[in-house]
């Protein structure tokens, strides 16, 4: 078994400031999605700049951070937000809902189209293929943050993980680092590199990262606070999961058909 790393969830203090990984990783995260939005506004069928790519990137940010923490509250951990509200504020130590991200997000981009003239799917068209390099930064956060420990390994294999309780367990998080992220992201350079109709590149980024999600979380373990929702196996992930897939393939299906 590999030994979990002890790592300092405190990248760098400067008196009284503490700079976290974690933080590290999500402005990582926006930097790498900035200089990707900056090489697409060289094509031609994209009208874009990159000024409104700085722009859409502070928008998109804000619903990241706050829907990502509201949504982790409210799908994960709401008996702890009612004993102590102020957590909610406590982002450094962790806590941070995809889902929850994906709808602060959601609205972030429809104001932003309302100041810039474009369409909600125009804009979530040509910034979807960027959200894997900051979901894939985020999960390499949550290692670095001892969190998403993994199921333990029915056979132990080379790469397996004792995160301090001396059992072999998956490496959840790097593996929604290298699904979520890295595979998501060729998938849709890939799928973007060509024009689409409108749609379909948010669809497709929808329907993958919900498969991705649901079958990575057979490998993590479900959350403490919440444990299994039904059937003995299926997680709050998996079930926040399901909607993203079946909207995926619908919303697939409408962009095709009215291209056609």
Known sequence: MIAYPQIDPVALSLGPLKVHWYGLMYLAGFLGAWFYGV??????????????VEDVIFYGALGVILGGRIGYTLFYNLSAFVEHPLTIFYIWQGGMSFHGGMLGVFVSLYWFGRKNNKTFFEVSDFIAPWVPIGLGAGRIGNFINHELWGRP??????????????????????????????????????????????????????????????????????????????????????LLSLPMILFGLGLYYIAIKKSA
Do not use: N
Request: proline share 7%; net charge positive; with cysteine.
């Open 153 to 238: 390994m029915h056979t132990v294999m080379p790469w397996a993980f004792d995160y301090g309780d001396h059992i072999a367990r998956h490496p959840s998080s790097l593996y929604q680092a290298l699904t979520e992220g890295l595979l998501l992201f060729i998938i849709l350079w890939w799928y973007s590199s060509k024009p689409r109709p409108r749609m379909a590149v948010s669809a497709v980024f929808m329907f993958c990262y919900g498969c991705f999600r649901f079958t990575t979380e057979f490998f993590r373990a479900p959350d403490p606070q919440l444990g299994f929702i039904a059937f003995h196996w299926l997680t709050m992930g998996q």
């Open 39 to 52: 090489q697409r506004c060289k094509r031609a069928d994209l009208d874009w700049t990159p000024k409104q």
